[in-house]
């Protein structure tokens, strides 16, 4: 019995042994692996933002835009210029009819572009009135006069007798690229001083919506909410600069439908100045007539590229005839500019002055040629 007893102790006494030994073995191997132990240590809590991060909020955008955005009423007595409130006016396909509230009468937005000011507009807000109020941030109300639009460009400037106003820095339309985030500032449905956020989804949009051969259309496409009112208003980037003025909405029921268009401030910025200086445009003229190149247009003109802007035909006294240019020559570069499709090539020639000399590089029948191109006046001028 006592044998027994001591057997079983001393196997009782082997496997404690073993164990102690196991765990001697295993334990720093347990150890090691442990996720705990491997995890590095987290030392980034405090870096800032970068440039491509999402931003929290956008108020420091809207503090900065929204004073500089003005309400906007029109109205015509009849004997007016009411082109604006005709049957076939495009902008009732973007807009709807009570954008103008009616054929005598109409309110949307515009932008404060210097302290003495002078406000920016589109010509669709105030074209046909003869009567112009203007609503500051701050509820001052002051009667504008009109001092110029332009119709191809769907653009006007009004002036009020007010001085310190506040102005919004401009930012170079040139460089906003997709992706990035603005803000449409404006007064949609007579809601004032109303920010809504979206992206730039586009660039360089033609909506065939301006009429004539002159037309400047290379609209920058958002997904910002513009409703009826917000027409004038300001398009800003996240450090609550001008980057456009919001103008027109594609829309099948008269409100947002996830598609807005903005006039890029520097095609807006020589119109402006120009109204300012002359009264008027000083519109620069080409002369052609142009068509995009596409993949039959290229096979058809022995081309082995894909994108460019082809000459038609050229218009008698234009700056393209004086200097050389020949129909079937595809635009594909004016200065350091690519030129792919129509648009930026109106936008590039929208915002030349009368005199300046634009290097045009055309493909013709295969071969690149550079063209200098004195810009001669319109003859609408």
């Keep these: 019995m006592k044998q027994l007893f001591s057997l079983i102790l001393a196997g009782m006494i ?31 809590v405090n870096i800032r933002p970068g440039a491509a991060t999402i931003p929290f909020n956008f108020t420091a955008a809207a503090e900065k835009a929204t004073p500089a955005v003005v309400y906007i009423s029109a109205s015509a007595n009849g004997s007016a210029r009411s082109d604006n409130n005709n049957d076939n006016n495009p902008f009732r396909l973007f807009f709807g009819d009570d954008l103008f509230g009616g054929p005598q009468a109409g309110s949307g937005t515009g932008v404060i572009y210097s302290s003495d000011g002078y406000i920016i507009t589109n010509n669709h807000v105030v074209g046909f009135a003869d009567k112009v109020e203007v609503t500051l941030f701050d509820n001052r109300k002051f009667e504008a006069k009109i001092i110029g639009t332009d119709e191809k460009a769907d653009l006007a400037v009004i002036k009020i007798e ?40 586009a660039k360089g949009r033609s909506l065939q919506l301006l009429q004539g051969r002159d037309a400047i259309e290379a609209f920058i496409q958002t997904d910002a909410a513009v409703n009826p009112g917000n027409s004038g208003g300001a398009l800003v980037d996240t450090e609550g600069q001008l980057l456009g003025i919001n103008t027109a909405i594609a829309t099948q029921n008269g409100s947002f439908q996830g598609y807005s268009f903005a006039i890029p401030i ?13 009264g008027s445009f000083q519109r620069a003229f080409l002369g052609v ?14 081309l082995d590229i894909s994108q460019g802007v082809v000459i038609e035909d050229l218009v008698d006294g234009g700056s393209a005839q004086y200097a050389g240019l020949q129909p079937k020559d595809v635009i594909v570069k004016v200065d350091d500019y690519i030129i792919k499709d129509v648009p930026e090539l109106t936008e590039i020639v929208g915002r030349a002055k009368v005199g300046d000399i634009l290097n045009i590089t055309v493909n013709r029948r295969g071969e690149a040629l550079q063209v200098p191109v004195r810009m001669r006046p319109s003859r609408a001028n």
Excluded: C, H, Q
């Design 162 to 201: 007010a001085y310190d106003l506040p102005t919004l820095k401009l930012a170079n339309s040139d460089n906003a690229r997709v992706g990035e985030w603005v803000l449409a500032v404006g007064n949609p449905f007579d809601l004032t001083s109303t920010v809504t956020a979206g992206i730039i989804s």
């Design 289 to 302: 007539n142009i068509y995009p190149l596409d993949n039959d247009a290229a096979n058809e003109l022995g």
């Design 266 to 278: 520097n095609l807006a910025k020589r119109i402006i100045d120009d109204i300012i200086e002359y």
């Design 14 to 44: 082997g496997g404690l042994v073993m164990l102690g030994g196991l765990y001697l073995i295993y334990e720093p191997a347990s150890v090691a692996s442990s996720p705990v132990a491997t995890a590095l240590p987290v030392n980034n």
